[in-house]
């Protein structure tokens, strides 16, 4: 069964130091989006892919986060510098087409910043 | 207009009891309703979807019951058992275009042997 793989499982940095995260989605995917998971939470979209264009990063903190899909297929989400308050999970999920609902979730990066 | 709200935020089901999960949303627009089952350390599964054309839908021991004039939605899990133990999320999303989806906060199902 394919899956969206995502690496690493876990991270730990220091609050100041950079951080990225890998997001590989099913294959023939053409949407993909990053989630924050706050502990206690419901995801939160950060950012969303329709093959290499960002279509929504509105609630994405720009100054301090990045985001790219350079050839549509996977992608790394960047935070730089990294604060205590981004300890969350993190989460890259994909779906078929732009307008198909139903979305995948990876096993998410659990993130703390210490 | 882009909150999902959910309850209760945990809840406590005997071994083959009923669970029962609720949803409420405030944007019309809405056109899709899902629930995601979270395990600890695991991303969210999808685990049984719905379209406010029908009023309810059952895939095994999982039931969407679906209000429209309410505008509520509800997750059933008959026959509960100590594996369905996990964190629900109910969702919505409409058709801007880009499918993106609102999470409610997410319910804590225990269920004791």
């Known amino acids: 069964e394919a899956e969206v793989a995502q690496s690493p499982r876990y991270k730990i940095t220091e609050k100041s130091q950079a951080v990225a995260f890998w997001c590989d989605p099913i294959?023939?995917?053409?949407?993909l989006y990053w989630y924050r998971q706050i502990l206690g939470q419901g995801p939160e979209l950060l950012v969303q892919?329709?093959?290499?264009?960002?279509?929504?990063d509105s609630q994405l903190p720009k100054d301090r986060f990045s985001a790219e899909r350079l050839k549509g297929v996977d992608s790394t989400l960047k935070i730089q510098p990294a604060e205590l308050g981004d300890s969350a999970m993190y989460l890259c999920?994909?779906?078929?087409?732009?307008?198909?609902?139903?979305?995948?979730f990876g096993p998410g990066t659990r993130l703390t910043v210490t | 207009q882009q909150q999902v709200k959910q309850s209760p935020q945990s809840l406590i089901v005997q071994k083959g009891g009923i669970s029962i999960i609720n949803c409420a949303y405030e944007?019309?627009?809405?056109?899709?309703f899902p629930w995601y089952q979270q395990f600890p350390g695991k991303g969210p599964a999808l685990l049984i979807a719905i379209r406010p054309d029908v009023s309810e839908k059952k895939e095994g021991r999982f039931t969407i019951s679906f209000n429209k004039s309410a505008k509520q939605f509800s997750l059933h899990i008959m026959d509960s058992q100590p594996g369905d133990s996990a964190t629900y999320f109910c969702?919505?999303?409409?058709?801007?275009?880009?499918?993106?989806?609102?999470f409610g906060k997410g319910t804590m199902l225990l269920v004791s042997p």
């Open positions: 999920a994909s779906s078929l087409r732009d307008g198909s609902y139903e979305q995948y």
């Open positions: 892919f329709q093959d290499e264009s960002v279509v929504d």
């Open positions: 294959s023939g995917h053409a949407t």
């Open positions: 969702a919505a999303s409409w058709d801007s275009g880009y499918s993106t989806l609102t």
């Open positions: 944007n019309t627009a809405f056109d899709y």
